[in-house]
């Protein structure tokens, strides 16, 4: 009896299995390398092309000259050099190196 219904279940499970194959959908033909290099390269030039511009596209562009610390004319540094005021209100001078020396507060 065991046999039989074991081999009843294997012969179920068998057509089951066949019918699921054949109600499956068929899969999509495979696209050459170069076909699928040619669409992604479409879908990247349409994303860049529907990108917005960023805020503030219309404002000219900074200039190093925006950046530059301003010069305190009352101060030289110890060979005649320019002065300059930081963002954080400390002095300074550029150095013959071309680096920044910070003049100390009781000078």
């Given at each position: 009896?065991?046999?039989?219904?074991?081999g009843?279940a294997?012969?179920l499970g068998?057509?089951q299995s066949?019918d699921?194959?054949?109600q499956?959908t068929?899969?999509?033909p495979?696209?050459s390398?170069?076909?699928?290099m040619?669409?992604?390269?479409?879908?990247?030039?349409d994303?860049?092309a529907t990108?917005?511009?960023p805020?503030g596209?219309?404002?000219?562009?900074?200039?190093p000259a925006d950046?530059?610390?301003?010069?305190?004319k009352t101060q030289k540094?110890p060979?005649?050099?320019?002065?300059?005021t930081g963002?954080?209100?400390g002095?300074?001078?550029?150095?013959?190196?071309?680096?920044?020396?910070?003049?100390?507060?009781?000078q």
């Amino acid at each position: 009896m065991k046999k039989i219904l074991f081999g009843l279940a294997i012969l179920l499970g068998l057509g089951q299995s066949v019918d699921g194959l054949a109600q499956s959908t068929p899969s999509a033909p495979k696209m050459s390398v170069n076909d699928r290099m040619a669409k992604a390269r479409a879908a990247k030039a349409d994303k860049s092309a529907t990108k917005t511009t960023p805020a503030g596209a219309g404002e000219p562009k900074a200039t190093p000259a925006d950046y530059k610390a301003p010069v305190d004319k009352t101060q030289k540094g110890p060979h005649g050099e320019l002065v300059h005021t930081g963002e954080r209100g400390g002095k300074f001078y550029i150095n013959k190196n071309g680096n920044k020396t910070y003049l100390s507060s009781n000078q």
